[in-house]
C-alpha cells in the first residue's frame, strides 16, 4: 500500500515561513491535498490539486508537489495557524484507497 | 450552507456492533459520493470506507473489511457505517466526509467517538 512520510513536528516563529514535507514514492505524479486539524475539531481542507486552495483560505497557504515530495508553505505565520497538519492523495491504483500522511504538529513559538 | 452531522457513537463492548449515521443537508446528497474517516485518540487520520453516489461502487480499507459495511439513503440524505465484531483498536472519532474529484474531502462532519471497551 502507498505510504505517506511527514515529519512529526515543525516550529516556527510568528512571521516566519513553514514547511511541512510529504514524501511518498512518485508523489509528483499524484494530487496531493493537504488538511488543518485544531485540537477537538475536524480537518479543514486548506489546499488541493497540489496548490489550489478552497475560497476562504488566506493566500498565506501554498503547496507544490514534484519527484518523491510534497511541501505546503505557511507564510507569515500567525498564532491561529498552530494545528496538525495531515497530507493526503487519493490512491486509485489500490482499490480506490484515500491515503493520508502520518501528521504534523505545527507549533507556533 | 453544507452540513454533515454525525450521530450514533458510544461504548460498546469488544465483539460488539454498533451502527453510525451521517445527516447529509445543504445540497444535493444523491449527487456525491461519501467517504468515513477515523481517528484514534492522539493518532493520525484513517480512511475507512466509500460509497459512491448511487451505491453501486464502495470500497473499505483492510483493516475494517469483512466486518464494517457501509449504505446510504438517498430518499433520507443519509450515509450509514455499520460496525460489526468490533475491536479496541476500532476505538476512534469517526468522521462522514464528502469526497470530490480528485479525492479530495471538501466537507467534514464534528466526528462521533466510538469507544470499544469493556
Known amino acids: 500500500s502507498y505510504v505517506l512520510t511527514q515529519p512529526p513536528s515543525v516550529s516556527v516563529a510568528p512571521g516566519q515561513t513553514a514547511r511541512i514535507t510529504c514524501g511518498g514514492n512518485?508523489?509528483?505524479?499524484?494530487?496531493v491535498h493537504w488538511y488543518q486539524q485544531k485540537p477537538g475539531q475536524a480537518p479543514v481542507l486548506v489546499v488541493y490539486d497540489d496548490s489550489d486552495r478552497p475560497s476562504g483560505i488566506p493566500e498565506r497557504f501554498s503547496g507544490s508537489n514534484s519527484g518523491n515530495t510534497a511541501t505546503l508553505t505557511i507564510s507569515r505565520v500567525e498564532a491561529g495557524d498552530e494545528a496538525d497538519y495531515y497530507c493526503q492523495v487519493w490512491d486509485s491504483s489500490s482499490d480506490h484507497h484515500y491515503v493520508f500522511g502520518t501528521g504534523t504538529k505545527v507549533t507556533v513559538l | 450552507e453544507v452540513q454533515l452531522v454525525e450521530s450514533g457513537g458510544g461504548l460498546v463492548q469488544p465483539g460488539g456492533s454498533l451502527r453510525l449515521s451521517c445527516a447529509a443537508t445543504?445540497?444535493?446528497?444523491?449527487?456525491?459520493?461519501m467517504n468515513w474517516v477515523r481517528q484514534a485518540p492522539g493518532k493520525g487520520l484513517e480512511w475507512v470506507s466509500y460509497i459512491s453516489s448511487s451505491s453501486s461502487s464502495i470500497y473499505y480499507a483492510d483493516s475494517v473489511k469483512g466486518r464494517f459495511t457501509i449504505s446510504r439513503d438517498n430518499a433520507k440524505n443519509s450515509l450509514y457505517l455499520q460496525m460489526n465484531s468490533l475491536r479496541a483498536e476500532d476505538t476512534a472519532v469517526y468522521y462522514c466526509a464528502r469526497p470530490l474529484f480528485g479525492g479530495f474531502q471538501d466537507y467534514w462532519g464534528q466526528g462521533t467517538l466510538v469507544t470499544v471497551s469493556s
Open positions: 445543504g445540497f444535493t446528497f444523491s449527487n456525491y459520493n
Open positions: 512518485d508523489i509528483g505524479s499524484k494530487s
